[in-house]
């Protein structure tokens, strides 16, 4: 059985543990209510950037091909890796180690074996990770610490230069998605070459609609798309980051829950060693007094 002061100093240690957790939580709940608001901004923006990207591409029909949406054999792949920079987050980072894996058994196995993936690790973790696995594109390890438009756009700029020159012919992004505090799940979406999407019945009955287009249907269609491109990989950079703060915070709650059923299993470990403690001792007392009366008897 362990000694008082031993399981003292476990206690005063799982009370500190519990307040730095607790204070971790409160922080990540501060984070995550900005970076809900973000990411809820920003949805709407992008669903409609893309239905009018759509919607014009439609209706340019042939006449407009953007070196963007160029189908090639898939021999070398891009696959950009969303993580955070730090870690406390549950299984926030190894659900996007898992994802990329599995996506690479089940979509990019020939190009694997082929040694043709590379990763753009977005987030100090996915960096570590993946440079120790095979090359890693840039170095975008800080981009949550200022985390901007700006920031994003470089990398972004640097995955839709090495499609357009060839360097590779598929670019997919795995990041977690946010759904609520407790909850994220990890996406797979294709960024390059662009995926046509279906237009819906009623954008195919709005498509007759006679626009008027300046400069001309060419130009606007080729300026969108590479906006549309940086708009697609920041939208899940503020995903990621809103999961990562929901999933810490879920962590850390979780973890000051242990550490209270911790205390008090120490706790009552702690009685019971201290009522044994001085059962002995009363004991000894009461043996020793008895031993005295028997030696003056």
Request: net charge positive; glycine share 6%.
């Amino acid at each position: 059985m362990a000694s008082l002061k031993e399981v003292r100093n476990r206690i005063v240690s799982v009370q500190s543990t519990q307040q730095i957790t607790k204070a971790m939580k409160m922080v990540a709940a501060a984070k995550l209510r900005r970076a809900q608001d973000n990411i809820l901004r920003m949805r709407p923006y992008a669903q409609r950037l893309n239905s009018i990207l759509s919607n014009l591409t439609s209706l340019a029909g042939d006449d407009v091909v953007s070196e963007y949406g160029v189908q090639r054999d898939v021999r070398r792949v891009l696959i950009i890796a969303v993580t955070s920079d730090r870690g406390l987050a549950g299984a926030f980072n190894s659900n996007i180690f898992k994802g990329v894996n599995a996506l690479i058994a089940e979509r990019y196995a020939a190009q694997a074996a082929a040694g043709t993936i590379t990763v753009m690790a977005i987030g100090k973790r996915a960096h570590e990770y993946f440079s120790k696995r095979g090359p890693v594109l840039g170095n975008y390890t800080h981009v949550f610490g200022q985390l901007s438009f700006d920031t994003v756009r470089v990398a972004a700029e640097q995955a839709m230069e090495g499609f357009r020159t060839g360097q590779f012919d598929e670019v997919t992004m795995v990041y977690n998605e946010f759904k609520n505090v407790a909850t994220q799940v990890v996406r797979a979406e294709q960024l390059l070459p662009l995926v046509a999407a279906e237009a819906p019945a009623a954008a195919a009955a709005t498509s007759n609609v006679d626009y008027i287009f300046e400069p001309s249907k060419e130009e606007i269609v080729q300026t969108l798309i590479p906006q549309s491109l940086k708009v697609q990989l920041y939208k899940a950079v503020l995903e990621s980051n809103a999961s990562e703060h929901g999933a810490r915070m879920t962590a850390m709650d979780k973890a000051t829950e242990n550490a209270g059923e911790l205390l008090k299993s120490l706790k009552l470990t702690y009685n019971r060693t201290r009522q044994a403690a001085i059962t002995t001792e009363i004991l000894e007392i009461v043996g020793g007094a008895e031993a005295l009366a028997a030696s003056r008897g």
